[in-house]
């Protein structure tokens, strides 16, 4: 598979160290490309030029929450599936998990790379589904 052609995996959060670990990790595990950004505007800025596959958000963050850059993302890129990471309790009412349909999963933190690694495989939507990769040894 050429990776350039491959849908995007991308990774929203303010902690700069949390998304270099999580991305190479992901990146060493998954068949897809992986592109991070440590802020909300950035990569807003930056999603048309993208092809995406998975957006992957944490909640709290500067400039923008999650939920916040998810209703400014989906506009740029609809279709596209969102994973909503926090450390936090962040709890979306029954009223207000309906408007947002492309938000399929909230993952609380700790968790491990596996965990978000299935998700991504489970929520991914259309063709280029991330294939996780088990001969990788990881130390």
């Not at 993952?107 to 929520?123: D, N, Q, S, Y």
């Given at each position: 598979m050429?990776?350039?052609?491959s849908k995007?995996?991308v990774i929203v959060d303010?902690?700069?160290s949390?998304?270099?670990?999580l991305?190479q990790?992901l990146a060493?595990h998954?068949s897809n490309?992986?592109?991070?950004f440590?802020?909300?505007?950035?990569?807003?800025?930056?999603?048309?030029?993208?092809?995406?596959?998975l957006?992957?958000?944490d909640?709290?963050?500067?400039?923008?929450?999650g939920?916040?850059?998810i209703?400014?993302a989906r506009?740029?890129?609809p279709?596209?599936?969102?994973?909503l990471?926090t450390g936090h309790g962040?709890?979306?009412?029954?009223?207000?998990?309906?408007q947002?349909p492309?938000l399929?999963?909230?993952?609380?933190?700790?968790?491990?790379?596996?965990?978000l690694?299935?998700?991504i495989?489970?929520?991914?939507s259309?063709?280029d589904v991330?294939?996780i990769?088990?001969?990788?040894?990881?130390?």
């Amino acid at each position: 598979m050429n990776t350039s052609d491959s849908k995007t995996i991308v990774i929203v959060d303010d902690e700069k160290s949390y998304i270099d670990l999580l991305s190479q990790i992901l990146a060493e595990h998954l068949s897809n490309p992986v592109v991070t950004f440590t802020r909300p505007m950035a990569a807003l800025a930056a999603l048309p030029q993208l092809n995406v596959g998975l957006i992957v958000t944490d909640y709290y963050m500067p400039q923008l929450n999650g939920l916040q850059f998810i209703n400014h993302a989906r506009i740029l890129k609809p279709q596209t599936p969102f994973i909503l990471i926090t450390g936090h309790g962040v709890h979306l009412s029954a009223d207000e998990l309906p408007q947002i349909p492309e938000l399929k999963t909230i993952l609380h933190k700790p968790f491990g790379w596996r965990t978000l690694a299935e998700e991504i495989v489970r929520c991914w939507s259309g063709a280029d589904v991330p294939v996780i990769r088990t001969d990788v040894i990881s130390n």
